[in-house]
Each structure stands twice: as C-alpha cells, then as structure tokens.
C-alpha cells in the first residue's frame, strides 16, 4: 500500500510555514522524508523510528504519531531553497518498498 | 557530508544494448547501497538492495535478469540493464547507507536514454 501523502501540492511565499502529511494504513517500522529538488536526485532528510517521536534541524521537523501510522513534516519560516517535491516512505529494503506520491512544494518570493 | 557519485551522467542507447552504470561511494565504505528507478513526474521506485559480497535483494516486479547488480567492493556497486528497451528509459540514482546509520547519500543519478 502506498502511503498517502497531503497536500499533493502547495504554494507558499517565502517565510510562510507548511505542513506535509504522510499516512499509511498499517504502522510503519520507520518513516523516511526526502526532498528532491527538479532534475536533481532526492536528497535524505530524516528518519523518524518511535511512535511520539518529533524530530529535527533548524527550520524543519517531522513527527511520527503513536500508531506510526502518520508523520507530519513541518517546514517553519520556508526559503526559496525549500522548493521541490517531498516524499515519504517506510525504511527500503523491505522487498515492497512503495513511497509516497510526493507532495510539490513552491515556495515564492 | 558524504559524496557518492553515479557514472555516467547520462546516456543514450539503442534498443537491444546493454548499459552498466556505476555508484561509488567516496568517503567511506558501504556494504549496503540502494538502486531507484524514477519515470517522470512520477515517485521513487526501489529496484533493489546491494549488498556487499553478496547477492542483490531485488523488490517485488523487478526482473533480476535484466537488472543486474553486482556490489564487489565496499565502495562500488554497478546496475546493467540489459538488452535495453524504450520502455527502460528512466532516471537511476543509486543511495548509500553507511555501517550503523539509517541515513542515506543519493548519488546524482543517470539518465537512461533508450532509442
């Protein structure tokens, strides 16, 4: 099953926030975040292993809800550098690993 | 941080050829690498776990015979896709996850060109 995530896109202008969903009908061992910017490739962001978890560096976090079925990634004060699509998925390797469909992310001057 | 390149950049083929491309990890060693197949506009795809010394874990649909991977070293694992078809055509990137760390190092992925 692929994790769903939301929106599927959203604009911003620069210094605004966003909050990206990825939910998955069954718990998750872990969830992965992953930026990729246009014609590059994906960049890791942050792993999130504990139900409860929040984690992270600088301006974004993510969290990881009890169940491990939902994370949130939470981009605060966003910069034109936040632009590009963001993906969510379990740890691969898992011989069916499915990412999320990604959610596009514009952020404007 | 860590740098992984993917040789080469691009390519463009006939159908019918086989193409071998290359990921090696440049600052430290990895026994595990990761091989992703993206078409456009579309998400990740996992091809397979590398695995140093030993064979490829491959995921669910994709055809080993035709993906082949071979991991020989600590720093260098290779994708060939053989006897190419248009369909093939995609954007490769292979990731290394260092010993004891979940995190993962994209290489710059390969453009795979199938005429």
């Known amino acids: 099953q692929q994790p769903v995530q939301s929106p599927q896109a959203v604009i911003l202008r620069e210094g605004e926030d966003a909050v990206i969903n990825c939910s998955s009908s069954?718990?998750?061992?872990?969830v992965h975040w992953y930026r990729q910017k246009h014609g590059e490739a994906p960049v890791f962001l942050m792993i999130?292993?504990?139900?409860?978890e929040q984690k992270g560096h600088e301006k974004i976090s993510a969290s990881f809800n009890e169940k491990k079925q939902q994370s949130s990634l939470y981009l605060t004060a966003s910069q034109l550098s936040y632009s590009g699509t963001y993906f969510c998925g379990p740890p691969p390797g898992g011989f069916k690993t499915i990412f999320g469909a990604g959610t596009r992310l514009f952020v404007k001057a | 941080g860590a740098v992984v390149s993917q040789h080469p950049s691009w390519v463009i083929c006939k159908s019918g050829t086989s193409v071998k491309i290359e990921c090696r990890s440049l600052d430290f060693q990895a026994t595990t690498m990761f091989w992703y197949r993206q078409f456009p506009k579309q998400s990740l795809m996992l091809m397979a776990t590398s695995n140093e010394g030993s064979k490829a874990t491959y995921e669910q649909g994709v055809e080993k015979d035709k993906f082949l991977i071979n991991h020989a070293s600590l720093t260098l694992s290779t994708l060939t896709v053989t006897s190419a078809h248009p369909e093939d055509s995609s954007f490769y990137i292979c990731?290394?996850?260092?010993?004891?760390?979940?995190?993962?190092?994209f290489g710059p992925g390969t453009r795979l060109t199938v005429l």
């Open positions: 069954k718990a998750l061992y872990s």
């Open positions: 999130l292993l504990k139900g409860g």
């Open positions: 990731s290394v996850r260092p010993s004891r760390t979940d995190t993962q190092y």
